[in-house]
């Protein structure tokens, strides 16, 4: 269980859907996970967005890839009522492929969970999480080529072995 209300000093606050927080890990100290301080954002999946991510129509993410960020992060999202971690994410992008980036698993239940945000090892710093959302098109079928409706086979198209060669009339 994750317990940010009530004496957690690493819960630093709340994430919204298409938020940006700003935050540094230094000294924090470290509660769960790696050695580096870490930090713990609450965010909500409403029903809506949990549906739509259900449903391949919208990719649900957090990051730490902009340039605010100045360590090598490591992000973990877990389940605020059980603490389980359900995705995880070290070195995806920005500063030289250090930061994160962590795609929530499809079909994730509305409910209420939890951003950690820290340090590959035991690395600490200033960072940047966003939590965005990036509508996904549905697949092009592929393309099939018309079937013609019958074939035509001429003596010249055998070879000496019985392999023919059809081609459509």
Same mark, same amino acid.
């Given at each position: 269980?994750?317990?940010?209300?009530?004496?957690?000093?690493?819960?630093?606050?709340?994430?919204?859907?298409?938020?940006?927080?700003?935050?540094?890990?230094?000294?924090?100290?470290?509660?769960?996970?790696?050695a580096a301080g870490d930090h713990f954002w609450i965010f909500a999946l409403d029903a809506a967005?949990?549906?739509?991510?259900?449903?391949?129509?919208?990719?649900?993410?957090?990051?730490?890839?902009?340039?605010?960020?100045?360590?090598?992060?490591?992000?973990?999202?877990?389940?605020?009522?059980?603490? @389980?971690? $359900? +995705? #995880?994410?070290?070195?995806?992008?920005?500063?030289? &492929?250090? =930061? /994160?980036?962590?795609?929530?698993? @499809?079909? $994730? +239940? #509305?409910?209420?969970?939890?951003?950690?945000?820290? &340090?590959? =090892? /035991?690395?600490?710093g200033d960072y940047a999480l966003h939590f965005a959302a990036r509508a996904v098109a549905a697949?092009?079928?592929?393309?099939?080529?018309?079937?013609?409706?019958?074939?035509?086979?001429?003596?010249?198209?055998?070879?000496?072995?019985?392999?023919?060669?059809?081609?459509?009339?």
């Amino acid at each position: 269980v994750v317990r940010c209300r009530g004496g957690n000093a690493n819960c630093v606050g709340t994430l919204s859907l298409n938020q940006t927080v700003r935050g540094r890990t230094v000294g924090a100290g470290s509660v769960t996970g790696n050695a580096a301080g870490d930090h713990f954002w609450i965010f909500a999946l409403d029903a809506a967005s949990a549906a739509a991510s259900a449903a391949g129509g919208l990719e649900l993410a957090l990051e730490t890839c902009g340039a605010a960020t100045d360590y090598d992060t490591y992000l973990r999202v877990l389940d605020a009522s059980t603490g @389980a971690e $359900l +995705a #995880a994410n070290d070195d995806a992008c920005g500063l030289n &492929g250090l =930061a /994160s980036r962590v795609a929530l698993p @499809a079909g $994730l +239940a #509305a409910g209420e969970y939890v951003a950690l945000v820290e &340090g590959y =090892a /035991s690395s600490e710093g200033d960072y940047a999480l966003h939590f965005a959302a990036r509508a996904v098109a549905a697949p092009s079928p592929a393309p099939t080529a018309p079937v013609p409706d019958r074939f035509v086979v001429s003596l010249g198209d055998c070879t000496a072995r019985g392999a023919c060669f059809f081609s459509p009339n």
